[in-house]
């Protein structure tokens, strides 16, 4: 593939399209692109962040799961309530491996699971009092949680309760934030609306509630990490680089965080956004109200570190330059020795990459470290912005494929046949055993950290023992085998 | 009548972005731009035009304004 022009890649694309019905082939074409480095606007070349076609296997959450799963869940010293019937929380509990440090169940509460689990009789009659109910029991056996938070799932918009109301009442009687998130799962087309809608929560909720009160002493190297939602550790990974540049930071969002921590982001000089598409609105919106500007950054793979690493000393004085510098080259020797002793064992190999957020460009860099190639990318729940920023991670000619269906995944990894695949858990089983290479990217298939320097290590550890596994050359069975038959 | 954000880039050039619809394009020309007023009818680097009724004095960005559709 490496060679090709877009040509076989855009042959590829229509003759998977080739079983849909017309509408549906129109409707998809539209998703899929060969990439093309000179397009400044991916609007031009692929849509995204539309309603996926009923019918196909998309492997796309919801609104709840972006906000109780990504956005709020890992803050650790809140209580979120999975508003409504049991399973929404039961069977997301704990799946995203948001990493935090405190005594579960006393003054944190990552892992449990909180549910107001819906009967009949309250949707029939309305659960609000028994939302009452739930906070105040919370209170009761939970003293030192720090608030609450509602996440509705779907029958909470269906019936039409007014858990703003219960909220308000509740903040007055225990004199904590609660916050009520309208993250309906029905809303939206992906779990993206959900990313929005929590971080507008917090926005109307949180934010502001520290306004005017300056006995936090802040310092020039304030900074808040946003968007790092500590999975397997990434958050402390890529803190220790930043503190070591002798920035301070003040807030992680989320993984590991706490209320107080988001309480203080408006008091930061600089925010780094690790995962844009989640939260963007929140970064955009501090900037506006509080001045704060922004930038993104990319702690996956030494060369993106390194860059990221010189542009956020930019945005402070001499001193954090000169400290970057020395990060860099402290840690030089043991990112070279890495790729010294994976590079050979990974050269040449073909990546195909179909995740959510900000992965399917940032690990790019990191792959490329390592010698390997990615062949094709793509979203789960993307918008235009993030294929502007795809569009120039990717070379020319690589696929580009926006809500992938189940079915056109399978048949574009048949057809290009990459070394290794790096997706979720739904997709892990049907290419392993269909003989290819997998990795859970979503959960850095419970290893990890992978950002960071420390982070690098790990993951092209994790590369190899997964594309080099010689579990690959047993698939066929023995007497199968072309020189077993011939020696027989 | 949507909610728009406007905000400066890094090369210094005014964004439009609207969050709803996806849209974040720079900000090509604005019919009133001078110390004290900034607005009128706003044309992006896509070709839309977008109008508000000029704000007094000139704000300072990022900011969100209701934008309505030009003509």
Redesign the interface.
């Given at each position: 593939m490496a060679a090709s022009t877009r040509e076989p890649i855009q042959d590829l694309i229509q003759e998977v399209l080739e079983v849909y019905p017309d509408k549906a082939r129109k409707d998809r074409a539209k998703h899929l692109t060969a990439n093309d480095q000179s397009i400044e606007q991916s609007k031009q070349c692929i849509t995204s962040n539309r309603k996926s076609l009923p019918g196909v296997m998309t492997v796309r959450g919801c609104a709840y799961a972006g906000s109780k799963g990504v956005v709020w869940g890992p803050i650790k010293d809140m209580i979120h309530i999975s508003h409504g019937p049991v399973g929404c929380g039961q069977y997301s509990r704990a799946g995203r491996r948001n990493y935090y440090v405190g005594m579960t169940g006393v003054n944190t509460f990552g892992t449990m699971n909180f549910t107001s689990d819906f009967q009949e009789k309250d949707i029939v009659f309305g659960g609000d009092k028994k939302l009452d109910k739930i906070v105040t029991e919370i209170e009761q056996l939970f003293p030192l949680s720090k608030g609450v938070t509602i996440q509705s799932e779907c029958p909470i918009g269906l019936i039409g309760d007014d858990i703003e109301a219960v909220a308000k009442k509740k903040a007055k009687e225990l004199g904590k934030p609660v916050v009520p998130v309208r993250c309906e799962g029905f809303r939206g087309v992906s779990q993206s609306l959900g990313h929005h809608i929590a971080n507008d929560a917090i926005r109307d909720w949180v934010i502001g509630n520290r306004d005017g009160d300056d006995s936090f002493a802040t310092t020039p190297y304030d900074v808040a990490i946003i968007g790092d939602y500590n999975i397997g550790g990434d958050a402390w990974a890529s803190r220790i680089l930043l503190e070591e540049m002798g920035l301070r930071v003040v807030a992680q969002w989320s993984g590991d965080g706490s209320l107080s921590e988001i309480e203080l982001t408006p008091k930061v000089k600089l925010n780094l956004i690790h995962c844009y598409r989640s939260m963007n609105y929140l970064s955009r919106h501090l900037e506006e109200k509080y001045g704060i500007p922004w930038i993104e950054y990319n702690f996956f793979g030494p060369t993106k570190i390194a860059e990221s690493l010189r542009r956020i000393a930019a945005c402070f004085d001499e001193t954090i330059r000169v400290n970057a510098e020395q990060v860099i080259a402290k840690y030089r020797s043991q990112y070279e020795a890495v790729i010294e002793k994976y590079l050979p064992r990974l050269e040449g190999k073909k990546v195909m990459l179909y995740v959510g957020g900000l992965r399917p460009r940032h690990v790019v860099g990191a792959y490329e470290d390592l010698g390997m190639e990615v062949v094709g990318t793509g979203y789960e729940f993307a918008h235009n912005d993030d294929y502007d920023r795809t569009i120039k991670e990717m070379g020319n000619a690589t696929l580009l494929y926006d809500d992938l269906t189940a079915y056109e995944f399978e048949v574009f990894a048949d057809k290009i046949r990459p070394d290794l695949i790096g997706s979720g858990i739904k997709e892990k089983y049907i290419f392993q055993k269909m003989g290819i290479p997998f990795r859970q990217m979503h959960s850095w298939d419970y290893s990890g950290p992978y950002h960071g320097y420390d982070g690098f290590a790990i993951f092209a550890r994790d590369m190899d023992m997964t594309i080099n596994n010689p579990c690959w050359q047993e698939l066929q069975a023995p007497w199968l085998r072309a020189d077993k038959a011939a020696g027989a | 009548m949507p909610n728009v954000?406007i905000?400066t880039n890094d090369a210094g050039d005014l964004l439009f972005?609207v969050?709803k619809k996806?849209l974040?394009e720079t900000v090509t020309a604005v019919e009133v731009d001078t110390k004290s007023a900034w607005g009128g009818t706003v044309e992006l680097a896509d070709g839309s035009k977008w109008y508000i009724d000029p704000v007094h004095p000139r704000p300072e960005f990022?900011?969100?304004l209701r934008f309505r559709r030009g003509d």
């Open positions: - | 954000m905000r972005y969050a996806d974040e990022p900011i969100t």
